[in-house]
């Protein structure tokens, strides 16, 4: 019965270690959107910058708060006059002594004026809103390539592998054969060798090829937010279908408009902008509005005093003026004034730093494209060229040296042309993300 179950998990073990995920672009890209926690991170940033947003318009506008507070006091004299013998034997109380005190305040607030300083903030506020949403799209954008990179280079990965496998089979066979024909005493043990050692390096080969397939799933598996010991089943694979892209000043200009980081900065700039006029704002009058109702028991304004809810209210207009802080204002508007010139370099460093990037992106494409018409050619060739040598060989006229060079030059025909094909999709993948598409 034990080595039943034994053997039942053994069984359900095995199978569950051959499962793959079958995994499209597509779905890698959809994965990776939901699971990544970078991206969690950006968008929590921008549900802040909104909620900041939010604050600093509110601030703009009337402000209504309530208070209500009770206070017991301790016994004294009520406030009396008298007594004026003999017309007056006992005190008359004017102002009898409440000891449980009662007060509700409610203050509605105004500002009027507070030196450009709150709109400013608010605009502020906005600018920086949008902005952490451009940076988001930019986080965004940064996995979508960097999933597309991994994707792929798995496929880059698993295809030199099935080559290699091919290739490894191709030479078993050969060396068969070759063994077979000494045995004939049709050839001599020293091909057999060549053989052998062509064999013992392709299988190691083989081996890195295994590990480099193990070592790109994992990275795809982190990229995408699975376990990394996840067996994901690639279900697409690359379509040679060249884009037709402009020039490469067209590519810079619509980058320059395009990239989200730069409509970021743009919105930094703005914001700092506000921030110096909020910073100029000490060297205004601040003017405020404000109007209260009390209802308080007793009513300090009402005399004398009774202990009765009485209502009463005031309106007033206030103003303050800095007339000397130290040079505050001069030292906070010079703050505001280097950050927003810190912004304006951030935005000209990147500027440089997209239009380097995309004319690589764009040479490495043109690279790119061109290896893939000679490599495909290169394939033909190799295969063509071993095709004639094993027809020579078998015939007797060609050497197990001449069939070694025509089998490794096909391996490498083929792991050349798998390079272009990937490096070409990874080259379109880098242009469509340096141009903000």
Known sequence: MKRAILASVIMTTSLFAQTKLPLTLEKAIELGLENSKVLHSSQMKVEYADAKAGEANAARLPSLKFIG???????VPPASVGP???????????????????NMK?????????????????????????????????????????????????????????????????????????????????????????LQVQLSDVHLKQIDASNGVQ????????TIGIPLT???????????????????????????????????????????????TAARAGWY?????????????????????????????????????DVWNWGTTVHQTDQAQAQ??????????????????????????????ERISVADQGVRQAEENNRVTSKRFNAGIASTSDMI?????????????TNALVDYELAQARIAKSIGD
């Open 340 to 369: 927003l010139a810190q912004v304006k370099d951030a935005l000209r460093e990147i500027q440089d730093g997209i239009s380097l990037d995309l004319t690589q992106a764009y040479l490495n494409l043109q690279q790119a494209k």
């Open 69 to 75: 507070a009770y206070t017991r006091f301790s016994q």
């Open 405 to 417: 060079d025509a089998e490794v030059a096909q391996l490498q025909a083929k792991t050349s042309y």
């Open 84 to 102: 004026f013998p003999p017309l007056l034997t006992t005190p008359i109380v004017l102002s009898p002594t409440v000891l449980n005190n009662y």
């Open 215 to 222: 070592l790109a799933m994992i990275a795809l598996n982190s």
């Open 230 to 276: 996840t067996k994901v089943d690639l279900e697409s694979s690359v379509v040679h279908q060249p884009k037709q892209y402009g020039d490469l000043d067209t590519l810079i200009a619509q980058a320059m408009a395009s990239r989200p980081e730069l409509k970021a900065l743009d919105s930094r700039i703005k914001a700092g902008e506000a921030g110096v």
């Open 106 to 194: 409610l203050t509605l607030t105004q500002p009027l004026f507070t030196g450009f300083r709150t709109d400013a903030l608010s605009r502020a506020a906005d600018y920086f809103a949008e902005a952490q949403s451009f940076e988001y799209s930019k986080d965004k954008s940064d996995l979508v390539y960097n999933i597309r990179v991994a994707y792929w280079s798995l496929y880059k990965a698993m295809q030199i592998k099935m080559v290699l496998d091919e290739n490894v089979e191709q030479v078993k066979a050969h060396l068969k054969d070759v063994q077979n024909m000494m045995a004939q005493g049709m050839t001599t043990n020293n091909d057999v060798l060549k």
């Open 285 to 321: 009058p601040q003017i405020y509005a404000s109007g209260s109702a009390y209802y308080s028991r007793p009513n300090a304004r009402i005399y004398p005093t009774l202990d009765l809810f009485k209502e009463t209210w005031d309106v007033s207009v206030g103003v303050s003026f």
